[in-house]
Every structure is written in structure tokens, then in C-alpha cells.
């Protein structure tokens, strides 16, 4: 699997190059952003090089990822602390039951179950003949 990784991406750098210099002129080609509301404000940036742009939003999407997923890890820290207390706690009660002794006097005694006079009879005829 590790070679077919390998030559994907060897394929995929060669080809981003390719287009690369077929596109030279385009991405130094530069742009104005303009923001525009009537009457409001009018915006606009100074001329910007198309790689530039490509460049600041590439950056701006790791950022914004980056803060997604080391927010999420936090919370997610958050909740192991807590299920490891517990764990933790349960860890010690359980310990701490199985060191007591077991008596006959602390066992309370089941009530006996109630069987309907059928069923019951059914019983005793089955004892009796076996």
C-alpha cells in the first residue's frame, strides 16, 4: 500500500507543477477586492497576486482546522479527566467489596416464590413420581 501512496503523490506533484508553469502568467497576474454596499461603504484592497490569495486562504483553512480540531480535543480531554475519576472511584469500591467478608447473618433471605395452585400441584405430583 505504502508504494502506491508513494507514486499518487509523485503523480499528483508532477501534475500540480505542470499546471504550475502552463499557468505562470495567470497566478502573477494580480487582482483588486472590492466590498461594496450602496450608499454604505465601498472597500477596496490594494492589488493582490493571485498566489497570494491562494497562498492566505490555504493558510486561513489550516487555521480554522486547527482550531476545530484542537477545540474539540480539549473537550474531549475534558470528558477522559471525568471518566477516569470515575473509573477511578468504581475501581476502589469494588476493591474495597471484595475484601468484606461474606456471613451468613448480613445475607438477607430471599422470600419464597409464589407459584399459582396449578402450576404448584404440578410440582408436587412431578417430586412425588420421580
Do not use: C, D, H, W
Given at each position: 500500500?505504502?508504494?502506491?501512496?508513494?507514486?499518487?503523490?509523485l503523480l499528483v506533484v508532477?501534475?500540480?507543477?505542470?499546471?504550475?508553469?502552463?499557468?505562470?502568467?495567470?497566478?502573477?497576474?494580480?487582482?483588486?477586492?472590492?466590498?461594496?454596499?450602496?450608499?454604505?461603504?465601498?472597500?477596496?484592497?490594494?492589488?493582490?497576486?493571485?498566489?497570494?490569495?491562494?497562498?492566505?486562504?490555504?493558510?486561513?483553512?489550516?487555521?480554522?482546522?486547527?482550531?476545530?480540531?484542537?477545540?474539540?480535543?480539549?473537550?474531549?480531554?475534558?470528558?477522559?479527566?471525568?471518566?477516569?475519576?470515575?473509573?477511578?472511584?468504581?475501581?476502589?469500591?469494588?476493591?474495597?467489596?471484595?475484601?468484606?467478608?461474606?456471613?451468613?447473618?448480613?445475607?438477607?433471605?430471599?422470600?419464597?416464590?409464589?407459584?399459582?395452585?396449578?402450576?404448584?400441584?404440578?410440582?408436587?405430583?412431578?417430586?412425588?413420581?420421580?
Amino acid at each position: 500500500m505504502k508504494p502506491v501512496k508513494v507514486v499518487v503523490s509523485l503523480l499528483v506533484v508532477v501534475l500540480l507543477v505542470a499546471f504550475l508553469f502552463q499557468n505562470y502568467n495567470a497566478f502573477l497576474a494580480t487582482t483588486t477586492l472590492e466590498f461594496r454596499l450602496p450608499g454604505l461603504l465601498n472597500f477596496s484592497s490594494m492589488p493582490i497576486p493571485l498566489y497570494g490569495l491562494i497562498l492566505f486562504f490555504i493558510f486561513l483553512g489550516a487555521v480554522v482546522t486547527a482550531l476545530y480540531i484542537g477545540l474539540s480535543s480539549f473537550r474531549l480531554r475534558g470528558t477522559l479527566r471525568s471518566l477516569e475519576r470515575q473509573n477511578k472511584s468504581l475501581q476502589e469500591e469494588l476493591k474495597s467489596l471484595r475484601n468484606l467478608p461474606i456471613t451468613e447473618a448480613e445475607v438477607p433471605a430471599s422470600p419464597p416464590m409464589e407459584m399459582p395452585e396449578r402450576e404448584a400441584a404440578e410440582e408436587a405430583e412431578k417430586v412425588n413420581s420421580g
